[in-house]
T-cell receptor, first 112, second 115 residues
Framework: EAGVAQSPRYKIIEKRQSVAFWCNPI?????LYWYQQILGQGPKLLIQ????????DSQLPKDRFSAERLKGVDSTLKIQPAKLEDSAVYLC??????????FGPGTRLTVT | DQQVKQNSPSLSVQEGRISILNCDYT??????FLWYKKYPAEGPTFLIS?????DKNEDGRFTVFLNKSAKHLSLHIVPSQPGDSAVYFC??????????????FGKGTKLTVNP
């Protein structure tokens, strides 16, 4: 079974630029999550989708972050404009059922 | 406000000995707990979980113990192997309105198993 795919793996941008990350979940998984993991911290949920609907986006900084999941499969997370404090690893995860989430390799973002 | 706490940033053990990783939580609504393992440059991998209706769950070399009254859980790895060297995250979830199953993670403990 193919795992969760993410791209790009690494991205370096300057502050105030925009960036987008892509995630392809495991086939058949209805729930998709985006997490932000800052160095030395555990992953923090940004947004959760159930199929193509948003279930929880309470911790998404909506003034600069946006996410969509078209057709209930792939998802993109965008940051516009980026700030220095957005430097982190962005993890995508998917789940077929409660709680056990399967993570992709992550995208390491560096904002300079 | 840290709802899931892993107070030991690192742990070092000898190969063949027992590794014990600890986790404390503050939210009494948490009813499902998970441990994830993370190697560098990879995403976290699910390891083992436990429901709040149990106090122990075992899977091979890995056992998770839950003490609800103390709001404490621990992961035991025995015997420890060099390949177990990784960062271990404790996570917890609670049922919420709208079906959200948000995992709350601790900061992680870096385990090093020395040959």
């Amino acid at each position: 079974e193919a795992g969760v795919a993410q791209s790009p793996r690494y991205k370096i941008i300057e502050k105030r630029q925009s960036v987008a990350f892509w995630c392809n979940p495991i086939s058949g998984h209805a729930t998709l999550y985006w997490y932000q993991q800052i160095l030395g911290q555990g992953p923090k949920l940004l947004i959760q989708f159930q199929n193509n609907g948003v279930v929880d986006d309470s911790q998404l900084p909506k003034d600069r972050f946006s996410a969509e999941r078209l057709k209930g499969v792939d998802s993109t997370l965008k940051i516009q404009p980026a700030k220095l404090e957005d430097s982190a690893v962005y993890l995508c995860a998917s789940s077929p059922d409660r709680a056990e989430q399967y993570f992709g390799p992550g995208t390491r973002l560096t904002v300079t | 406000d840290q709802q899931v706490k892993q107070n030991s940033p690192s742990l070092s053990v000898q190969e063949g000995r027992i590794s014990i990783l600890n986790c404390d939580y503050t939210n009494s609504m948490f009813d499902y707990f998970l441990w994830y393992k993370k190697y560098p440059a990879e995403g976290p991998t699910f390891l083992i979980s436990i429901s709040s209706i149990k106090d122990k769950n075992e899977d091979g070399r890995f056992t998770v113990f839950l003490n609800k009254s103390a709001k404490h859980l621990s992961l035991h790895i025995v015997p420890s192997q060099p390949g177990d060297s990784a960062v271990y995250f404790c996570a917890a979830t609670s049922p919420t309105q709208g079906g959200s199953e948000k995992l709350v993670f601790g900061k992680g403990t870096k385990l090093t198993v020395n040959p």
